[in-house]
């Protein structure tokens, strides 16, 4: 079985490649043992078909062959972790790389390594993140009741090369502690490449949690990277996926409510030029009562860059009074661009406040670049706009300037630079 | 009135009862091979070899392909056990006095002729596999209008049927395409020369009588150039304990500036899987409209689609799913995009009840190239109960930037201040609930023609009923 299963993966790994990835680390046993267990987990699992709704859109055949032994040899990438505020690492705050935390807070690692659940036609990539994690998996903890008022800030950029990027980022937030953590993904071009990004997010009862994660690897790399967020009752959780890079991008990001009254939102901008094909997958799980979540994803395609959206809204039959909104929406901006938004609903229980979903697809509207360009701007300049414009949803809901910036540097490359708005969502 | 009749039933499905006399003239037989379909096409139907040569082929094609294991829970099925065809004793007859007797108390109670007594434009019946009566009202015959079960039209209007037959939904389409095209039986043929227009509907009936009985009728239409027709068809069956198949094949054309409208009230007893596969081919300036109440059947996996093949054609759906205890409702709608400044609506009310699930599953795909077009989806569903589920899968595939679609989907529960309000005036809670249910339907069921959407009103009542007391 297992043999079999290891002929057919695109990715094969096997136990020496995971024995030495952690002896290289000088890891702790007990980190090597739940690599071992993942390895199993890799092994047994198949990996998707194509038959999954989530990847049926996402062809895995022209995946580019990775050898995932040459893990071990990957440079650190120059992470540059933003300044710890003194302030808060005195209240206990930790922000480090994974395996200075493994070293210096074992337990904590130990309590928030195993993965959470993850959508399910993901598993495959979420087993191999956590038997193979290397370089650039970073670890964060804020304790109860620490509220981390600036955002802390990581950007994590691999120099040229093949070797697979596969790491892992944890993020654990206590009780009624808040923080916002910006991380932002970049590589330099330099031959095909396969990166697994893995992110647990856990908000503990009343946390505060604001995640951004900016992807831009270059565009020969396949980016397959999930997320889970796990909320437990009257936190609030909030992500914005900003995705401009790599050639090819599958993002499956799952919301799993488990209390009363927690809140989640799941921003995107999407970003896309030339061939760019950028597939995201949401899983938005409901319990409890008086819970909320949503999602908002924007998407400007350019050129033949083709977005797909394809999410699923759950209300469990155990839920009450809950609240939940999808919606997708896509800037075509070149004939040759597309858009496959697919809102799935599965409503469990007639106990729903609000329930609903909203998806569109269309071009500019030529009256809108009209008067904007009556006001003495170009066709690029008031396509860049208006595209400006649409986003603004999204970017308004990031309430850090700083941030904000940073969101809008990453898409200058596709969208333009406007900065005269930046004034205005300030 | 056919009411009175129906007040003996005490079942909540008042068409629940079946005729323990009809007369079959072929043995009966379960179970499907090659000697069934040669039995069907050459010994009983005596039909042209192309088209015996096509049941053959899409024979093949229904062993070959996988049942559809991405919607409803089929495996209640049995294919072994069916029997693919029955035929009522009897030639297609056009006076209802020579229709046999067991078949008219059937569509007696059924209300057939009082609906043709209104002078509806036309009246098809199909019992089991067989049609047994078609007619037509003179005036549209000597326009040229041709209404009659398929069969009579492929022995009186051999070229129309070969030129059409197949041409909208091959018989490898999909498993269910591809049984239907191997054995089908009956269905309503309609032809409307060009130009004319069919003001009042032409209706037919099916209806399943026996046990294991599968009807897998095939309907073409065929709308000439600036012609207009509306086609309304109602379905039912008894509640037998086994399962039984309903597999259609519903083929339109719409030419040029046509316009055609296809109505179904799908009130099958709850153990009938009604498998259904319906398209329309709209050329320039066309208007398809489906309009598509499924009520009844255990299952139902049914999306009605719209080609949109010639520049500024349109299509729409209009769908209504209840789903009450052990129900699955499936439905939804397909819209290709195929041409420019083309245009879709799809609209989808569904309601499910008790243990019901309702499943809205919709395609918009618009091709590149195909500027200007435009869509908009709009789903709605209620849930009444805890236990009661519903989905919404709405897949869109865009591949041209000159367009503009839309989808909106809302689920809620009926208010409580909408029941607290309508229980005031004295109304029982059923009562209200019901009321509101209809009102939530109501914006599709006013585009009915009076008497079904009466009829449908009627049916929603039922439904409702049925679960709660």
């Known amino acids: 079985m297992t043999l079999a299963t290891a002929t057919r993966i695109p990715l094969p790994l096997d136990r020496a490649t995971v024995e030495r990835l952690s002896v290289s680390r000088g890891e702790p046993g007990w980190l090597r043992d739940s690599r071992l267990a993942a390895l199993e987990r890799y092994a047994s699992t198949e990996w998707p078909t194509g038959h ?18 040459r893990i071990v040899d990957t440079k650190h990438p120059p992470s540059e972790y933003g300044s710890v505020p003194l302030a808060a690492s005195r209240h206990g705050l930790v922000f480090d790389r994974m395996l200075n935390v493994a070293r210096e807070h074992p337990d904590l690692v130990r309590r928030w390594l195993p993965a959470g659940e993850g959508i399910a036609s993901h598993r495959a990539f979420r087993a191999l993140a956590d038997a193979s994690f290397a370089h650039g998996s970073g670890f964060l903890y804020v304790p109860a009741g620490l509220d981390v008022e600036l955002p802390l800030e990581v950007h994590k ?42 992110l647990e997010v856990h908000a503990g009862p009343g946390a505060r949690v604001r995640y951004v994660g900016i992807h831009r690897f270059a565009e020969d790399v396949w980016e397959i990277g999930q997320q889970n967020f796990i909320s437990a009752r009257d936190s609030v959780v909030a992500s914005f996926n900003v995705v401009v890079g790599s050639a090819r991008t599958k993002l499956g990001v799952r919301s799993d409510i488990r209390g009363d009254g927690a809140e989640v939102k799941l921003y995107g901008l999407v970003a896309a030029h030339d061939r760019q094909r950028i597939d995201v997958n949401t899983f938005q799980r409901l319990d409890g009562k008086g819970s909320s979540s949503d999602s908002l994803y924007l998407s400007a395609l350019y050129d033949e860059a083709k977005a797909v959206n394809y999410g699923v809204i759950r209300v469990e039959p155990t839920s009450s009074g809950t609240g939940s909104y999808q919606e997708c929406r896509n800037m075509l901006l070149s004939d040759k661009a597309g858009a496959d938004p697919i809102p799935v609903l599965e409503i469990l229980t007639n106990d729903v406040a609000r329930c609903g979903h909203g998806a569109t697809a269309g071009a500019l509207e030529e009256d809108e670049l009209f008067y904007v360009m009556s006001r003495g701007l170009d066709r690029v300049e008031a396509e860049s706009m208006l595209v400006r414009g649409f986003f603004q949803r999204v970017l308004s809901a990031i309430p850090e300037p700083q941030v904000r910036a940073r969101v809008l540097a990453a898409l200058a490359p596709r969208i333009g630079r406007v900065a005269e708005l930046d004034a205005v969502a300030a | 009135m056919a009411t009175d009749v129906r007040k003996d039933i005490p079942d909540s499905y008042k068409y629940g009862w079946y005729d323990a006399d009809a007369k079959y003239e072929n043995v009966k037989r379960r179970g499907l091979d090659e000697a069934v379909i040669r039995e069907i096409s050459q010994t009983y139907k005596k039909e042209p070899q192309w088209m015996f040569e096509r049941r053959m082929k899409a024979f093949r094609h229904y062993l070959k392909r996988p049942m559809p294991d991405w919607g409803a829970d089929l495996s209640g099925i049995d294919f072994d056990e069916i029997y693919y065809y029955l035929r009522p004793s009897g030639k297609t007859e056009k006076s209802w006095s020579d229709v046999p007797d067991y078949v008219k108390r059937t569509f007696d ?39 009659m079960d398929t069969d009579s039209a492929l022995k009186q209007h051999e070229a129309i049927v070969k030129q059409y037959f197949g041409t909208v939904i091959p018989a490898n389409d999909n498993k269910l395409a591809a049984l239907n095209t ?30 294991n009985a599968g009807q897998f009728e095939r309907t073409l239409i065929i709308a000439e150039e600036g012609s207009q027709v509306h086609y309304v068809e109602g379905c039912t069956a008894p509640v037998f304990s086994t399962a039984t198949l309903h597999s259609a094949v ?26 259904v596969t319906k398209r329309a081919v709209v050329q320039e300036d066309g208007v398809m409209e489906w309009i598509d109440c499924n009520l009844g059947a255990k299952v139902t996996m049914k999306y009605p689609s719209v080609y949109l093949v010639g520049e ?16 699955h409702q499936d439905a939804g709608a397909k819209m290709v995009h195929a041409a420019p400044n083309t245009t879709s609506i799809i609209t989808s009310k569904s309601i499910s009840k008790g243990t019901g699930r309702t499943s809205y599953r919709g395609l918009v795909k618009i091709y590149p190239g195909m500027k200007r077009s435009k869509s908009t989806v709009r789903c709605d569903a209620l849930i009444l109960d805890p236990s009661a589920r519903s989905d919404t899968y709405p897949y869109m595939e865009i591949d041209e930037e000159d367009v503009s679609i839309g989808h909106e989907a809302t689920v809620s529960k009926v208010g409580e201040e909408q029941l607290f309000y309508l229980m005031s005036r004295g109304l029982a809670e059923a009562e209200a609930t019901a ?21 449908m009103n009627r049916l929603i009542t039922l439904q409702m009923q049925g679960a709660i007391g």
């Open chain 2, 109 to 147: 109670k059924l209300g057939i002729p009082e609906a043709e007594q209104k002078y509806l434009a036309g009246v098809g019946a199909q019992y089991d596999s067989e049609s047994v009566y078609h007619n037509i009202r003179k005036d549209l015959e000597a326009k040229g209008v041709i209404f």
């Open chain 2, 312 to 327: 500024r054609a349109h299509g729409e759906v209009l769908s209504v799913a209840f789903a009450a205890d052990d129900q």
């Open chain 1, 52 to 69: 999954e709704e989530e990847w049926r859109r996402f062809p895995l055949r022209d995946l580019p062959a990775a050898d995932l032994a």
């Open chain 2, 182 to 211: 191997a054995v089908w039986s009956g269905g309503s043929f309609v032809w409307v020369p060009p130009g004319v227009k069919v003001d009042i509907p032409l209706q037919a009936y099916f209806r399943i009588n026996s046990e």
């Open chain 1, 157 to 198: 950029r691999w120099s040229a090369g093949t070797e697979p990027i596969v790491f892992r980022t944890i993020v654990v937030v206590e009780a009624n502690a808040s923080v916002t953590l910006v991380e932002e993904l970049s590589s330099e071009l330099g031959g095909p490449r396969v990166a697994v990004p893995s």
């Open chain 2, 250 to 275: 519903v083929e339109i054309i719409v030419k040029k500036g046509a316009r055609v409208r296809y109505t179904t009230i799908q009130n099958w007893s709850n153990n009938v899987y009604n498998l």
């Open chain 2, 435 to 455: 009321m509101v249910v209809n009102g939530f339907i109501e914006p599709i069921v006013k585009t009915l023609p009076m008497d079904y959407a009466i009829e």
